[in-house]
Each structure stands twice: as C-alpha cells, then as structure tokens.
T-cell receptor, first 113, second 116 residues
Framework: EADIYQTPRYLVIGTGKKITLECSQT?????MYWYQQDPGMELHLIHY???????EKGDLSSESTVSRIRTEHFPLTLESARPSHTSQYLC????????????FGPGTRLTVL | KNQVEQSPQSLIILEGKNCTLQ??????????LRWYKQDTGRGPVSLTI?????NTKSNGRYTATLDADTKQSSLHITASQLSDSASYIC???????????????FGKGTKLSVKP
C-alpha cells in the first residue's frame, strides 16, 4: 500500500465555490502529479511538480492551480467550480529513477452541481 | 502522434479462466511500458514495468510480455479470481523518463469483469 493520501474522497459542491483538494505523501518523493479522469476514460495529466517551488501545467488544460511549498504536500485549488469540473482527480508521486514506480492516491471524486 | 491503444475495451470471463489483454503503442522514443490495475473508484496500482530489453515480466498470476519491434504488449491473467475485476491500464513512457514528467502516455484501459 502506497503512502499517498487524498482528501476528501468525495465532494459535492455548488457552482462558484472555491475548493482545495489535498494530496500528501510520506515517501519523500520529489515528483508529484495531478491527473483528471472521467468515468471509463483515460487519465489526463493536468499538473506536475519536480520538487518544492516547482509546478508545471500538464497536457490537459485545466482552470485549477497547484502549489508545492513542502515536499510532501501538493494541493490543487479551483477558484470557482463549474459543472464541467465534475470528474475524478488522482494525485500521484514517484522518485527520480528511470524505473521508479508512480504511486497513486485513492482519488477525489468531485461533483459540481 | 504518440498513442497507446488497448483492446478489448471490455471483457467478461468466468472465474478460473485465463485471459489476455492487448496494448499497442506508437510512442517514440520508447523508455518503458507499465501495466496498472485500477479498481473502481480507486487509484491505479502498478503491476509490472518493462524496458525495451525485457520480453516478459511476471507478478503472481499476471504475466506481461513486450515486443519492442512490433510495439505490442500483452497482459495475461491466469486462473482469474473475482478480485481481478478492474480496469487494466497500459502506460508507455517516452523520452527521458528520468527527466521531466516523463511523457507518460496512458491507454484508455480494458475493463475486466470476472463472474462466478
């Protein structure tokens, strides 16, 4: 079982609300990622980080923002949620090696009404 | 264009039977290929990883094969169990995986249902 955690697991909110999805890992991994996954579809990378104070946008355009102030913490924020943001959000982390496994958290299922 | 195609899209088998899932990719340059298992509502969990020089890798009842020449991989599940019901995702890493985010290309997955 990987030591990577996400909260909340499920969230139902109204349009226009600001939300923060939490992700933390205790493995000391430098690299962390956020993916968005719709039901039955593939994962899409929306943000990643090489380490503290490093953040980059992924392949899929997203209105969310991230921060990396501490190695173990990589929160994702939506300033104003919309129904189009309804999806599953998966956080992942890995070490630097070529063959190092990417460990995923359990995910946050977000529903915006 | 870098792509990962998986087949079949979904599969139903009886408990105890074997099955094989396919993954074809067009990712270049190629670094490694991974198979993940994703239970419904959970994050993916790594099953195997293979570089271009590895033809086969086993993890219990799961055996993955790789043909880097034809750019094909398969995941064989032996003596299936009800707990094998999940989505199986093929992920190909292109370019310098040790560098940036690693150019991970995800397939859409094969949804496997094992029935009693």
């Amino acid at each position: 079982e990987a030591d990577i955690y996400q909260t909340p697991r499920y969230l139902v909110i109204g349009t226009g609300k600001k939300i923060t999805l939490e992700c933390s890992q205790t493995m000391g991994h430098d690299k962390m990622y956020w993916y968005q996954q719709d039901p039955g579809m593939e994962l899409h990378l929306i943000h990643y980080s090489y380490g503290v104070n490093s953040t980059e946008k992924g392949d899929l355009s997203s209105e969310s923002t991230v921060s990396r102030i501490r190695t173990e913490h990589f929160p994702l924020t939506l300033e104003s949620a919309r129904p189009s943001h309804t999806s599953q959000y998966l956080c992942a982390s890995r070490n630097r090696g070529l063959r190092d496994t990417q460990y995923f958290g359990p995910g946050t299922r977000l529903t915006v009404l | 264009k870098n792509q990962v195609e998986q087949s079949p899209q979904s599969l139903i088998i009886l408990e105890g039977k074997n099955c094989t899932l396919q993954c074809n990719y067009t990712v270049s340059p190629f670094s490694n290929l991974r198979w993940y298992k994703q239970d419904t509502g959970r994050g993916p969990v790594s099953l195997t990883i293979m570089t271009f020089s590895e033809n086969t890798k086993s993890n219990g009842r799961y055996t993955a094969t790789l043909d880097a020449d034809t750019k094909q991989s398969s995941l064989h599940i032996t003596a299936s169990q009800l707990s094998d019901s999940a989505s199986y995702i093929c992920v190909v890493s292109g370019g310098n995986y040790g560098g940036s985010q690693g150019n991970l290309i995800f397939g859409k997955g094969t949804k496997l249902s094992v029935k009693p």
